[in-house]
DNA sequence: ACGAATGTTGCGGG
DNA sequence: ACCCGCAACATTCG
């Protein structure tokens, strides 16, 4: 579920309500959800009151800096990361939470319980796992000319690995590819430069536009007060099999690629 | 009714 | 380097 678009917007909906507040305390409802294996030194330093000092995102990581530490969430599939006055009691999959000051609360909910948070002094675990974020600065058409040419795997497979660039998953992979006319399976060093631009291009395009529309929600994406994304009505192939391509009529065909499910066009996207 | 599939990542094995 | 299968878990789909 959440990729770049969406965490994105998790962020931009919490920075105005955590910023400058005080933690006073945690709660941890679900043992696996702090990833860092150091609760004690989490409810010893947070019993110092320390200040949320910003909120940012890289990749698909939401990382909140206190005075002199990191809290780094990760949504994986079913995170939902969002701000509250109150607990309802009624929500069934409540992982941990953050009493803030001003009686409100940092909540973090997972249905499925693949997501949680590291609690770190600095982030090099993150950055050593990840490689250029799409909305950096350095991002560029010769970064990924150059680093691309170094890569044999099927393009899909290097859009989908954030060690190379972070944000993208499995619905934007297919949107971006068959925008700019890739076919999923070429290895990444046999795309032309031309292609290679529009690539590039298309990465930036596609996932300010999901920015735009606040993600996609398929099923489980929500953001702050049970908000949805809506650029699921924008998507062009993720979800369309047997559907007609929008570009060029043929049917779009779903296959098992790189382990996930994959949504192109035979016709123009080759090889 | 029950196995398969779901948008993520990390690991082990070939 | 690359590819694959599986595991973590809960719910929905066919």
């Known amino acids: 579920m959440p990729e770049l678009p969406e965490v994105q917007t998790v962020v931009n909906s919490l920075h105005p309500k955590i910023i400058n507040k005080k933690i006073l305390s945690f709660d941890l409802l679900w043992n696996k959800t702090l990833y860092t294996n150091n609760l004690n030194t989490l409810k010893s330093e947070i019993s ?6 910003s909120i940012n995102r890289h990749g698909k990581y939401i990382i909140i800096k206190l005075n002199n530490k ?9 995170g939902y990361l969002y701000h509250s006055i109150n607990i309802n009691a009624k929500s069934s ?3 941990c939470f953050f009493t803030l000051s001003n009686n409100s609360y940092l909540i973090y909910e997972d249905i499925r319980k693949f997501g949680g948070f590291y609690y770190l002094d600095n982030l090099n675990v993150i950055f050593d796992k ?18 691309i040419k170094k890569r044999k795997k099927m393009i899909k497979s290097l859009l989908l690995d954030q060690r190379f660039i972070c944000g993208i998953g499995n619905i934007y992979a297919d949107e971006i590819l068959w ?3 890739i076919h999923p399976k070429m290895p990444a060093n046999n795309i032309n430069a031309n292609k290679v631009n529009k690539l590039y291009t298309n990465i930036l395009k596609i996932l300010n536009n999901s920015i735009k529309y606040h993600g996609t929600t398929i099923i489980n994406f929500k953001f702050d007060n049970m908000k949805t994304g809506t650029y699921k009505n924008q998507l062009t192939v993720y979800g369309r099999q047997n559907q007609n391509c929008k570009r060029c009529n043929n049917i779009i065909h779903r ?11 035979k016709f123009c996207q080759k090889y």
């Not at 990191?70 to 079913?78: E, G, K, P």
């Not at 296959?255 to 066009?265: D, E, L, M, N, V």
Request: a positive charge; one cysteine or more; charged letters at 20%.
């Open 70 to 78: 990191f809290i780094v969430f990760h949504l994986r599939m079913t």
């Open 93 to 95: 999959y409540i992982r």
């Open 130 to 147: 990840t490689g250029i974020d799409p909305m950096d600065i350095n991002f560029s058409f010769d970064w990924i000319s150059k680093n």
């Open 255 to 265: 296959q098992k690629i790189a382990g996930r499910s994959t949504f192109f066009c």
């Open 179 to 181: 925008l700019s006319k």
């Open 48 to 53: 110092k009151l320390p200040e949320i000092i």
